[in-house]
T-cell receptor, first 110, second 116 residues
């Protein structure tokens, strides 16, 4: 089966940089995704890594090391609106449902 | 991007009654949709995979007779919570992808179910 571990909470101030780590155990690997979810809302896709290295999308970047079964989400120039829960997720199989980590609650203060 | 809708957004029902939640892909066809359940401040737990034209695949521990899933068309999947009890109160979210080779899933806005 699959399992993912990530920190439960992270706090930071506006303008700072935050890194949210995720370690995973999977029976097969089909990529690591990151989703953002605001309170009461739906998860929204942030990024995906299938190969080792860094993927950059604006203020958000995601990194993957398959040999270490590890990835992270990097959020730069934090804004208050970035306060949300962030989930790492892996597919059960190719093109299938996602298994989510427990989520990291990010609180950004001014 | 692709849009997934859910209806209703909120529903309150009495114990013992059944509730149907609809999940629609608005601008794409989805042969497969997924149903998740989320408790407050918790992660999303996969309940089942809904397959168009065939039976749903349920995750271990999910009662298929209690959570009935129907995927009658390429744009609609329904989840019916039968004989609801207060412990079924939760946030139910569906998702779909635009293809089997797509890594991005699009989530509906969720349905908040409260059973009194």
């Amino acid at each position: 089966g699959q399992s993912l571990e990530q920190p439960s909470e992270v706090t930071a101030v506006e303008g700072a940089i935050v890194q949210i780590n995720c370690t995973y155990q999977t029976s097969g690997f089909y990529g690591l995704s990151w989703y953002q979810q605001h309170d009461g809302g739906a998860p929204t896709f942030l990024s995906y890594n299938a190969l080792d290295g860094l993927e950059e999308t604006g203020r958000f970047s995601s990194f993957l090391s398959r040999s270490d079964s590890y990835g992270y989400l990097l959020l730069q120039e934090l804004q208050m609106k970035d306060s949300a829960s962030y989930f790492c997720a892996v597919p059960k199989g190719a093109g299938t449902a996602l298994i989510f980590g427990k989520g990291t609650t990010l609180s950004v203060s001014s | 991007g692709a849009v997934v809708s859910q209806h209703p957004s909120r529903v309150i029902c009495k114990s013992g009654t059944s509730v149907k939640i609809e999940c629609r892909s608005l601008d794409f066809q989805a042969t497969t949709m997924f149903w998740y359940r989320q408790f407050p401040k918790k992660s999303l737990m996969l309940m089942a995979t809904s397959n168009e034209g065939s039976k749903a695949t349920y995750e271990q521990g999910v009662e298929k007779d209690k959570f009935l899933i129907n995927h009658a068309s390429l744009t609609l999947s329904t989840l019916t919570v039968t004989s609801a009890h207060p412990e079924d109160s939760s946030f139910y979210i569906c998702s779909a992808s635009t293809g089997t080779d797509s890594y991005e899933q699009y989530f509906g806005p969720g349905t908040r179910l409260t059973v009194t």
